[in-house]
Structure formats: structure tokens, C-alpha cells
């Protein structure tokens, strides 16, 4: 189709600018969204809020922010020529790295020209009578497209907390996820961390070496385990260059997308010699193996998980010169893996500074932001710095959060208020040719990114094939897959405590597990027999 010329709709003569497919956002999935869209001869554009390409990796640029999952596993898999061009320097690459190498992505492929940078949506209404989207930005661009693809991402509608006064504080205040381009400068500085998740256990290291002080508000301590990050060198890097196909290739058959995978023993068959021996070995190796290459009980039987959670409490112990304070550090009234295991360096060798304190807010709750910083139940800390490190509303905090109206005229939001239900994690009933390739699956992020994209531009590819317009799934499947998946996580250690994970994190969201918990390798095969059975679940027109 030919694209109109973009004007804004304070022209009241304003052209719509006409598009095959629609993508909200340039993080990693919307980046290759478009890359497949563009590459199968589909009119595609990108619609992002931001002013640069990486999503969370543009967002999120606070000090430490890194990858968890090793460089070359989160990295994508469709060139060759890219793998080999591009060097990773560390082993879990840092925030501005990865924003330079989705820059670099971008680039490569010539998918700038179709990107409308600082447009954050403002409606996505679909239009009965033209069967397609009608999409207008917060600064009156308007669109429309036969197919809308929110790749809005899981962790990018943040969580501010519900605090009375928050507008009052005179100092310097943000959320980790909108950190200012500019660098921070904390030097001398009085600066209160607000939460102790994946972010902040990050951050924390960070500021404490600059801040004159730094007090942490910890409301749930965290089983955070060693990174173990490093430089890749030179003779490192070929390795890496001419492992990828095997690297991707055991990713592939994991449950978590991971390099690693769970052993198959029960920690409760071995001896407890060959167990601890075991704990230790995996302790000592770098990422996320102390996590998913444990036993694979610990995340179904509170007995294993049980065993190994001592095991984590007392390596955090030894960890902190304080033992009153390290009592506090260390949770003991949730499992091992029930929420998202942060990966740490220094985090916890950071509480024996002299300049850092923990404020236990458990114990004395936070009553107010006052103009001079945090009041709690016992005490009132002068601050010149908060920083909200208060997570997200994820997996549907950001599609809820625009105003996106289906077929009847009813908004998700509206739809998913007791739980998102979905097919296949990828389509809504009601919402014809609206495509969600949010990352709503267990996974390491990049390996089922690329997944769902390449199944959407397949389908899409598939229609014009077969002359269809619209695809929508039924209700019914949409009723089976939703039980299907809720049905997954009877038994399993997520949903022992509360979490994001859970929804539970924002006050009034349904408690349930958000991600497809079948794990990486079912969905795949899933997506390819949905496929392979002319897109059984969906109708066409």
C-alpha cells in the first residue's frame, strides 16, 4: 500500500497514514517484528514512545542494569553474518552495550526509515466498517492498519507506589525504568532506594560507592545469588562466535530458554553429602544455573525447595558482617525461585559499608513522602535523592494501560479485568488481527521473542496466501487455552507467595500466574502444530 504523507491531526485536513501492520514499540521484539514484516514485503512500521530503539534496554539505563541471561543466549539467532559481526564484551552484557547493540540491529537492517519515534499511543480502536485499526499517538498522529502488533513488552508499564505525599518530596525523585539520559551524580548525596527487587539489588552497589548515604526501604528480602559476571577475552570470543549454533541448539531444549537446565535427580534421592556438594558446585558457576540447573524438585516440592533455600540463607549469612542485620536480609517465609532470583555483584558485601543502612519497612511501615524525604512509622529520613525501585505492572500493565477497543467497542482493560485470557498468549477474542507477542511465556526473553515474530509474519504471510483479512480466535479456544495454562501451575513454587509473577504486586490485579508455564520447548512445538493444522483455534475472513 502506498504510505500517505505523515501530517499531525491538528491539521484538521490531516491524512491517516495507511499501513499493512502496525507495531507498538522498538524493544527487542518489535524490533524483529518488523525486520520479518519488512522482509516478507508487508508495509510495517514501528510506533514507539521513546526517542531510540531498545525497549527495555532504552528505558532502563539506571547504574548496573545488565543481562542475567549470558550476552550470546539473549542475542538474536536469525544471521549468521550479525553473530559473527558483533562482539559481546562481557559475558552478561551492561544496559548501554545492549542499547548500542539493538542500535547497531536497527541499522544493519535499515529498519530506521520505519520507525516514528516519541509516538506513544493514545487509542487503537478497531473499525467496524473498514475492518481495520484506527491508531491516533498522544501528539494527534493518526494511522491506520489492517494489523496491529503490540510487542509492548513484559516489565515497561512501571509501578509507581501509592503514597501519600509523593508529589511533595523537594529533592531529586524517579523510577529506575525513566532514569534520566544524563548521568546521576550522587556524590555527598542523601539518597533513599525504595525496594529491594532484581532492579534494585543492581543499582544498590552502585550508588552506595558514590552516595554520601544511602538508606534502603526494604519491604521482602530477596534470595539474590552471584552473577559471577566477567570480561570476554580475545580467545573467548571466537569460541563464542563458533559455538552460537550450539548454544541456541541446547537454549532450544530447556525449559527456561536458558543455557541451563534443571537436573533431573530429586534433591531428596541423594545423600545429603552428594546434595550439598552439589548446591556448592552450582554456586559457584556464573548466571542463572544456581536457579534452573538445580535439582528439579526444588520447584515442586517444598521439602526439596526447602533444602536448598537453607542452603541460599546461609550463604547470604556469611556474607554480611552484622549477623542482626543479616537476619533481616535474609528471607524465610517463601520458597527458593517462588519470585524472580535476582542476580547480584556485591549486593550484599554492600551492607557492611559504613555509608549504607537498611531500613526495614516491614517491621516500620512507610507512612508518607514529606518535602525532606521518607517518614516510616518510627522515623523521618532527610533525603536529597528517592529512587522508586518499585518494579512493574507486567505482562498486561502496559496493553491495559492504552485504550485498545475491540469489535464490540469493549477496551482490554475492560476484557481482562478478572485476568488476561488469551489464545496461545498471542490473540484476544474481539480484538480481530490484533497480535500480542509479549514474551508471555517462561522464557529466556530473545529465544521465544523470536518464536511468536516469526509465527505472526508466517500467519500474516499465510492470509495473503489464502485471501483472507482478518484472523480472530474463537472464545472457545480462547476458554481452553486459558484453562490450559492457569491449570499449569497447580503444584508448582510460583505461586506460593506473591509476586509479579502473580499480578499480586499491584493492588486490585487477579492473582494468577502471567506467564505460559509449560516452558519454552511445549509452546514452540504448540506454535508450530497450531500452524501446521491451518491455524487450528483461529478463524478467518
Known sequence: MAQAQQKFSSDVNAEVEQLDALVI????????????????????????????VGGTWYWNRYPGARFDSESYSYAYSFSDELLQEWNWKEHYSGQPENEQYLNYVTDKF?????????????????????????????????????????????????????????????????????????????????????????TAIQLIPEVAKQAGHLAVFQRTPQY?????????????????????AETFAKCDKTFGGFMHDFDPRSALEVTPEVREAFFEEIWAQPGFSKWFGCF??????????????????????????????AEKLVPKDYPFGAKRVPMETGYYETYNRDNVSLVDVHESPIISITPKGVKTADAEYELDVIIYATGFDAITGELTRMDIRGRGGESIKEKWADGPRTYMTVQTADFPNLFIPGGAVFCNFTRCAEVITEWICDCIDYMRDKGHTLIETTVEAEDAWTEHANSLTEGMIFTKTDSWFMGSNIPGKKR????????????????ADVAAKDYEGFVFK
Open 110 to 198: 535499515k529498519l530506521r526509515p520505519n520507525i516514528r519515534f516519541n509516538a506513544r499511543i493514545k487509542s487503537v480502536h478497531f473499525n467496524n466498517a473498514s475492518g481495520r485499526w484506527d491508531v491516533e499517538t498522544e501528539d494527534g498522529y493518526r494511522a491506520s492498519a489492517q494489523f496491529v502488533i503490540a510487542a509492548v513488552g513484559i516489565l515497561s508499564a512501571n509501578n509507581m507506589p501509592n503514597i501519600p505525599g509523593i508529589d511533595s518530596f523537594k529533592g531529586d525523585s524517579f523510577h529506575t525504568s525513566r532514569w534520566p539520559k544524563e548521568a546521576v551524580d550522587f556524590t555527598n548525596k542523601r539518597v533513599g532506594v525504595i525496594g529491594t527487587g532484581a
Open 224 to 244: 539474590a545469588a552471584p552473577l559471577r559476571n566477567a570480561l570476554i577475552a580475545d580467545d573467548e570470543q571466537q569460541k563464542i562466535k563458533d559455538s552460537y
Open 512 to 527: 494468577q500466574f502471567l506467564f505460559y508455564a509449560a516452558g519454552a520447548p511445549a509452546f514452540r512445538d504448540k506454535c
Open 296 to 325: 528439579h524438585d526444588i520447584m515442586t516440592s517444598n521439602e526439596a525447595n526447602e533444602l536448598y533455600a537453607e542452603f541460599v540463607r546461609k550463604k547470604i549469612r556469611e556474607r554480611v558482617n552484622d549477623k542482626e542485620l
Open 25 to 52: 514499540g522498538a524493544g527487542v521484539t518489535g524490533i524483529y517484528q518488523l525486520y520479518g514484516l519488512l522482509q516478507k514485503g508487508i508495509n510495517a512500521k514501528i510506533f514507539e514512545a521513546g526517542s531510540g
